[in-house]
């Protein structure tokens, strides 16, 4: 608990400090944010597969990602993984650590995204390192509650 | 190691945006650090130590910062703690994690205090809650050792 809580608060420290910038709008520190979870996620798990066997297929990556990755970073696993077996996957996570601390209301609903954005970079980052090119994007329903979806890019 | 990893990675990551903003000099990138690690630590203590004791005196608190904090956060224990119980701490750590990555030589020094900053904050802002004012320097003598000196503010 005690190691969660020194990541959860360099996030928030990170995440406060991104949209303290001045002359930078919502969508560009999201994109900052974005950007510095993808190259989190890019060495983390450079670091994590280095002596793990290889992936059998895409699926068997995801499977990865919502299970030994989550449970990396959020000491969770991600609850429901879907899959249209298009290159579509939903990772639904009933309670996203990153936002359990905010108080469940709809005023609050505006600011989920900044929470949001490191994460989805973090996935892609760890997808493009398994050589998987993707879109990561993510979305509240209720809080704490959230899905991120993955649309892998073919070709 | 796969937790420690994140907490580095993610480290790293808000050293180098924080070095990227434009218009920015070498001086304030680390005082935005150095903001970032105190209110990271004065948020951490408040959840480490929400259930244990007092402490007895200003030693006893120094102590717990070398040990309980340092392990929590670091993994590993301050290896010496000096003072001329005047108010002046000396922490070595033989070994400092952030530093752990740099290649060793003097070439590489100039950048260490950039690692050094969110650190320094992270211990004021510690100390800030559990009641001490100080200012805290971090010098690093022969890579990846380095001290942090803490004076204490008194009055």
Request: glycine content about 6%; some cysteine; charged content about 25%.
């Amino acid at each position: 608990m005690a190691e969660e809580a020194v990541f959860d608060l360099i996030h928030m420290e990170a995440v406060s400090y991104v949209f303290q910038g001045e002359k930078i709008s919502e969508d560009e520190a999201v994109a900052k944010l974005e950007h510095m979870g993808f190259a989190t996620g890019y060495r983390l798990v450079e670091r994590l597969t280095r002596e793990s066997g290889r992936f059998k297929d895409e699926l068997d990556i995801m499977k990865y990602i919502c299970k030994d990755l989550w449970v990396t970073v959020y000491k969770k696993q991600i609850d429901n993984l879907r899959t249209n077996h298009q290159g579509v996957y939903v990772l639904h996570d009933n309670r996203f650590r990153f936002l359990s601390h905010m108080a469940a209301g709809k005023q609050y609903l505006q600011y989920a995204p900044r929470y949001l954005a490191f994460t989805c970079g973090l996935v892609r980052g760890c997808l493009a390192n398994l050589g998987v090119t993707c879109v990561v994007t993510a979305e509240v329903t209720q809080l704490p509650a959230c899905k991120f979806q993955i649309q892998v890019q073919r070709g």
